[in-house]
């Protein structure tokens, strides 16, 4: 009988090939050979396989007798594809299913023609687009500020819940940062996340004033105060008008469409 792939943790690993610490870090060295990102792999990896190798991404792996090999090179793998296809370079799509009900709908009330009812039903599905990246989107820009100052970018979602890390083993200190676009929305998986591991949540914009309900407020200033970054530097690029800059300089043209 084939058996089938097996979607594990680092934790499961360790407890199925019964592995130690020392046995691991040797496999990863050699899977880190000539790869790009070899540094901040190993420091990532090392430091969650000591404290919380259950945070580390679930993979699926497939019965063999290196299980810990091919973790750990899948693992380095969406690592490096999560920094090497930026998603502010992706296409945005124009179409998607369609509901009928609510296109008649929306005919009812605004009365406008056909012509511009499409113009409303391409826009929804390109900004519908543009909102399903927006979060890896923000990560790529704070990657592009923070890990200039020591921080890693978790990227390719390789520690779950977890966006970025800051290490200082000097000063025996760890920050475990989380960042959210808007203050209603929330990673589905931070509640599954194990008791005593304290992750720092941030989100970009906050609820919005009384008195112009269409507008969030930006919260730059609490980012940097989680960072505790206050150089000139750090002040001008941790703010909304450079990421909103960024966006701008840096986003692809490209619209997918059927």
């Known amino acids: 009988m084939v058996r089938k792939s097996k979607k594990m943790n680092l934790a499961d690993v360790m407890s199925q090939d019964n592995l130690n610490t020392e046995d691991i870090e040797k496999v990863l060295d050699e899977k880190l050979k000539g790869k790009e990102y070899s ?108 890990e200039k100052y020591g921080w890693i970018w978790c990227s390719g979602e390789t520690v779950k819940a977890i966006d970025f890390v800051y290490l200082n083993e000097d000063k025996n200190e760890s920050i475990l940062l989380q960042i959210k676009n808007k203050y209603n929305t929330e990673n589905s998986s931070s509640s599954a996340i194990r008791k005593g591991t304290e992750i720092i949540k941030w989100n970009r914009l906050n609820k919005p004033i009384k008195t112009d309900k269409s507008k969030p407020i930006s919260n730059w200033k609490k980012l940097r105060e989680i960072v505790n970054l206050y150089t000139p530097e750090a002040c001008e690029e941790l703010t909304e008008e450079k990421y909103l800059e960024y966006i701008k300089n840096n986003s692809g043209e490209d619209i997918e469409t059927l």
Request: hydrophobic residues 40%.
């Open 39 to 146: 540094e901040k792999m190993h420091t990532l990896f090392m430091y969650f396989l000591k404290t919380s190798a259950e945070l580390l991404r679930s993979i699926y792996i497939s019965p063999s007798e290196d299980i810990i090999g091919e973790y750990i090179e899948k693992w380095c793998n969406y690592f490096m594809n999560g920094r090497n296809n930026p998603t502010l370079k992706k296409a945005l799509k124009n179409y998607g299913e369609k509901d009928e009900a609510l296109i008649a709908r929306v005919k009812s009330v605004t009365k406008v023609s056909d012509e511009k009812m499409a113009d409303y039903i391409e826009g929804h599905f390109l900004f519908m687009s543009a909102e399903n990246n927006n979060g890896l989107i923000l990560e790529e820009y704070l990657a592009h500020v923070l």
